[in-house]
């Protein structure tokens, strides 16, 4: 038996061989009673022998249906461009695998839903892999907001930034600029999709709320190109009446910090700090009023403390760890997953929404299921 009683760790395939499979790898090191790398797929060879190799050379695929039917497999990732999640999930759930899909799931609404019927006929989950819920941090606040109204209470507002400057990790990559990134048509649109969503997913995740509608204005600088936003300011109603603004450029020539991300409720405040430049992003710190009245000026500065960003309750410092930990518990489990297709819909809706209000300048509601 393994550690949790759900018995011998699961057999999982990974179907793409690029930079973000190993950043999956790794579970498997931290986990092996939990998770084992059974095959690995990618149309190159030698990638997917590399990452075999690191795995402790789990068998080797070019054809990821071949995978599917002879691995003898339990699950699988897809950790490949974003075009081809859809359609790599679809035959996922054909072959009867739960699957867990990099973010974006998809790229499109229409894309969610054939994924959705197909998950319901064949039985099997299929989940998004935004694994910034799983960081000890968020872990932390999540339950710290829940604990009681009066340490945040409702969200009324937030501001979200997150800009790099792509160059470098486009020449580190060796595609430079014809990088699939930078295409419209193969990453789902630009810098939103590709960096913003993880911002956007938190916010729903921390706070319990979805997005009901968004303003956008951005600009297409290439070398993006094919409807791909390289930079997008966007206004964002949330379900409760919150509002929010997202800054996001992915052409900055210099940046302090990539990530921030600050929030004001009822009662308390959450702010995610840059301590030195250069740092990705910061920790977070939080405040609160108690839900009592400020009665002098001064206290409006007072009572912010770190966020622990130390794993608890049998969780690993590596938010990936614990992601595919999880899904591995639910699949063997029989349970239902974490950040399953139907709760990430709402994250992927106000994206193609912000799409659609940066084409048109107008309003664009969210859409429903």
């Excluded at 995610?272 to 405040?287: C, I, L, M, N, S």
Aim: hydrophobic share 45%.
């Amino acid at each position: 038996m393994s550690a949790n009683g759900l018995g011998r760790p699961l057999r999982v395939g990974i179907i793409g061989a690029g930079v973000i499979s190993h950043a999956h790898m790794a579970a498997f090191a931290a986990r092996p009673d939990r998770v084992v790398l059974a095959a690995v797929c990618d149309p190159q060879q030698p990638l997917a022998e590399a990452l075999a190799r690191e795995g402790r050379d789990a068998a080797v695929y070019t054809n990821h249906r071949s995978m599917l039917a002879e691995a003898g497999i339990e699950a699988a990732i897809i950790a490949t461009p974003h075009f081809l999640h859809a359609p790599l999930a679809e035959d996922c759930l054909v072959a009867g695998k739960p699957v867990l899909v990099e973010k974006p799931l998809a790229c499109t609404l229409q894309e969610m839903r054939r994924l959705r019927d197909l998950s319901a006929a064949h039985g099997v989950a299929v989940v998004a892999g935004q694994m910034r819920r799983f960081e000890p941090e968020i872990t932390w606040l999540k339950r710290w907001i829940a604990e009681a109204p009066e340490n945040f209470g409702e969200l009324r507002s937030f501001d979200l930034q997150s800009w790099q400057n792509l160059e470098g990790y486009l020449y580190r990559s060796g595609a430079g600029l014809k990088h699939w990134l930078l295409d419209g048509k193969r990453a789902g649109g630009g810098v939103v999709i590709s960096l913003a969503i993880h911002q956007l997913d938190l916010v729903r995740y921390l706070f319990d709320v979805d997005f009901e509608a968004v303003t956008a204005s951005g600009r297409f600088d290439p070398p993006f190109h094919n409807g791909a936003e390289s930079a997008a300011s966007v206004l964002l109603r949330m379900s409760n009446g919150a509002t929010g603004l997202l800054h996001a450029n992915y052409l900055a020539p210099r940046v302090p910090f990539c990530e921030a991300f600050t929030a004001y409720g009822a009662n308390g405040t959450i702010i995610q700090h840059v301590d030195k430049r250069g740092e990705y992003r910061g920790g977070f710190a939080y405040a609160s009023s108690g839900g009592l009245p400020t009665t002098e000026w001064e206290q409006q500065w007072l009572g912010f403390a770190p966020v622990p960003a130390l794993a608890f309750d049998g969780q690993d410092t590596n938010s990936f760890v614990n992601q595919l930990v999880a899904f591995a518990d639910a699949v063997q489990a029989g349970a239902a997953p974490r950040n399953s297709l139907d709760e990430n819909f709402n994250t992927i809706a106000c994206i193609e929404a912000i799409h659609e209000s940066l084409r048109s300048g107008a309003t664009v509601a969210v859409q429903k299921n």
